[in-house]
């Protein structure tokens, strides 16, 4: 189940930040339907990594990311539910754009929050 490696993914980048693991009360995630992740699995993932570590109370909050389609023909990108949308000029094949990111969006610890300004993207 790939979910496990997007979870050791995840791991080493909280392990890059400045805090200690035991504060962490939340991970806020994002990833595009690239990387084609359930959540049950990616959540079962998590509780099952964490367990017996310094994680351990941390809750992960998954946020799924749309379809970013490019138009070749106006030069527009644009956010969709829909693969395979065309563009709003016409253009019935838009191309994909990105798809496989995975961000860690913003961590809460117990005393504050920090939003990505300071955290790492992946890739
Ligand atoms: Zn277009």
């Known amino acids: 189940?790939?979910?496990?490696?997007?979870?050791?993914?995840?791991?080493?980048?909280?392990?890059?930040?400045?805090?200690?693991?035991?504060?962490?009360?939340?991970?806020?995630?994002?990833?595009?339907?690239?990387?084609?992740?359930?959540?049950?699995?990616?959540?079962?993932?998590?509780?099952?990594?964490?367990?017996?570590?310094?994680?351990?109370?941390?809750t992960l909050i998954f946020k799924p990311l749309p379809w970013v389609l490019h138009c070749k023909q106006c030069d527009k990108k644009f956010e969709t539910e829909d693969f395979g949308a065309p563009c709003q000029c016409g253009n019935p094949n838009p191309t994909l754009s990105g798809g496989d990111e995975l961000t860690l969006e913003s961590l809460e610890i117990f005393e504050d929050q920090y939003d990505n300004s300071i955290l790492n993207k992946t890739d």
């Not at 595009?32 to 109370?57: F, S, V």
């Open 1 to 58: 189940m790939h979910e496990f490696s997007i979870v050791d993914s995840l791991i080493k980048l909280i392990d890059r930040q400045p805090f200690d693991s035991h504060e962490i009360k939340s991970v806020v995630v994002s990833a595009g339907p690239m990387r084609g992740i359930d959540e049950n699995c990616l959540q079962w993932a998590w509780k099952e990594t964490i367990h017996d570590t310094m994680l351990e109370k941390a």
